[in-house]
């Protein structure tokens, strides 16, 4: 008999991870938009207000990639059979106010809920928010 992490190892939700996770790599606010349900909530939980819908998160996608040049270091993932928690490194490029850039990282973990039909219907990501302070206070952005 297989163990729980073998089981988990093929639960359809590493999967979804795997689409989903190419979607925020190449950026594509389109696809990601596409493996969320109607009514699915999207929160950063910095302060900001949640993102309630899929059209809503495709134009927040948009609007976040045309404003911030940042990337992910893959960290643990934990699989469940309607979850998976991502614990990621965002590596963010930022301009200080002399219009040099400077690299800010800013550890994360994105807690994700899967429905029946295979389609996120929550995703919070929680930022490590001495660093995200920390980052933007470096380059000038209030926050």
């Known amino acids: ?30 696809m990601i938009a596409s493996l969320h349900s109607d009514d699915t909530v999207f929160q950063l939980h910095d302060g ?11 134009a927040h996608c948009r609007t976040l990639f045309a ?15 309607d979850y998976w928690i991502f614990d990621w490194t965002m590596v963010l490029s ?9 690299i800010a990282h800013v550890d994360m973990v994105d ?6 039909a295979g389609e996120v219907v929550s995703k919070h ?9 920390a980052a933007f206070a470096q380059a000038g952005i209030a926050r």
């Open 67 to 81: 404003a911030y040049d940042f990337s992910q270091l893959m960290g643990r993932r934990i699989y469940g059979r």
């Open 94 to 102: 930022l301009a200080l106010p002399d219009h040099t850039s400077f």
């Open 48 to 58: 900001s207000e949640s993102v309630v819908g899929r059209e809503p998160l495709r």
């Open 1 to 30: 008999m297989p163990d729980t992490a073998e089981q988990e190892k093929t639960l359809p939700t590493q999967a979804l991870f795997d689409r989903y996770h190419v979607g925020w790599e190449t950026r594509d606010p389109d």
């Open 125 to 133: 990501v929680y930022p490590d928010a001495q660093q995200m302070t």
């Open 111 to 116: 807690v994700v809920k899967v429905n029946r």
